[in-house]
């Protein structure tokens, strides 16, 4: 994991660190802290303050800093994802570095794969077992996630068997996104859903996130990584799976 990955990471989940905290926790000196703030405020991840440093919550965290995080952990929650597809089935992927996870972990037969995310429809584009749908529409800065109303037109003439989301940010109320831009889309693409599931690592439960996406209503069960305590998973409002790395 790079260092500007977890120090992003480090305050998603804290907001405001000082130097001195990062130095310690990095186990690097003051000065080596503040060049990487100074590189992470210049590609708008980070906000220097004095003394420490806020993340900026309302802009996505670019796919190369995402893809460096919790590796093991996301592998292990896409085998297990992927494991509940079952041959013959069309399943629906929500973007992002988890549910591509799922996508190059899927092994059943005869499946159709619906994504709005480039870097899944690359991975099922190579696979000999599923035929690939892409949503099109506009790309989001940062990511490979395709948006916007032609996204939404086109999920309103589909059905699938099985969706399965990320999320930025799990909560006992629900599931929270940091950008309100991908919203309406989520939810059009639960509507078309029999059945739906969530992964998130369990770095993502109880952190703050301004907009809520969906209540837990509509969800058979979620997924995460043997990290989160049982006892927690076990109190969650839905069945929480921990998949073993």
Known sequence: MSRQAEMVDLLLERGFVSVAELARHFQVTESTVRRTLAELEARDLVQRTHGGALPIRQTDAP???KQSLHQ???RAIGR????RILPGQTVLLDSGTTTLEVARHLEARQLTVVTNDLLIGTAIARKQ?????????ELLPNVYTMWGPTSVQQLQNLRV???VFGADTVTEDGIYNTSSYELELK??????????????????????ALFKVFDFDAFTAGITDELMPAIRA???????IRASM
């Open 63 to 65: 796919m190369d800093l």
């Open 72 to 74: 093991a952990e996301k």
């Open 80 to 83: 297990a994802m992927a494991q």
């Open 129 to 137: 077992n599923a035929h690939l749908v892409f949503i099109g529409g």
């Open 161 to 163: 068997n099985v969706a």
């Open 187 to 208: 939810r059009a693409m639960l509507s078309i859903a029999s059945q739906a599931f969530f992964v998130a690592d369990s770095s993502k439960f109880g952190r703050e």
């Open 234 to 240: 076990a109190q969650f409002p839905v069945p929480l």
